[in-house]
Nanobody, 121 residues
Framework: QVQLVESGGGLVQAGGSLRLSCAAS????????MGWFRQAPGKERELVAV????????YYADSVKGRFTISRDNARNTMFLQMNSLKPEDTAVYYC??????????????WGQGTQVTVSS
């Protein structure tokens, strides 16, 4: 099992940046594919980005491509999401997730509690 804790959310003006972190417990972090998802009020949860076990392969939703960067540090059991050029439509609760499959679907085994990101116009 793995427990995930997100941090780094907050309120930022449009065009600004935030860096989210996802800290994982346990000694098997490197065995998990990791992903970031988000859910805006009244909307379904959607994929933001995925990163494979080594960090060598990544996938981004079209809506964040070129603005967000997913990364991981297996030695520190931590995953990151660098978010630049933020837009009001990026406002959502952001969740990190861990699983065994490299997938864009929300078929992950473990989820964090979420961190709120609010982008003001």
């Amino acid at each position: 099992q793995v427990q995930l804790v997100e941090s780094g959310g907050g309120l930022v003006q449009a065009g600004g940046s935030l860096r989210l972190s996802c800290a994982a417990s346990g000694r098997t972090f490197s065995s998990y594919v990791m992903g970031w998802f988000r859910q805006a009020p009244g909307k379904e949860r959607e994929l933001v980005a995925v990163i494979n076990r080594s960090g060598g392969n990544t996938y981004y939703a079209d809506s964040v491509k070129g603005r967000f960067t997913i990364s991981r540090d297996n030695a520190r059991n931590t995953m990151f999401l660098q978010m630049n050029s933020l837009k009001p439509e990026d406002t959502a609760v952001y969740y990190c997730a861990a699983g065994q499959r490299y997938t864009t679907r929300d078929e992950y085994d473990y989820w964090g509690q979420g961190t709120q990101v609010t982008v003001s116009s």
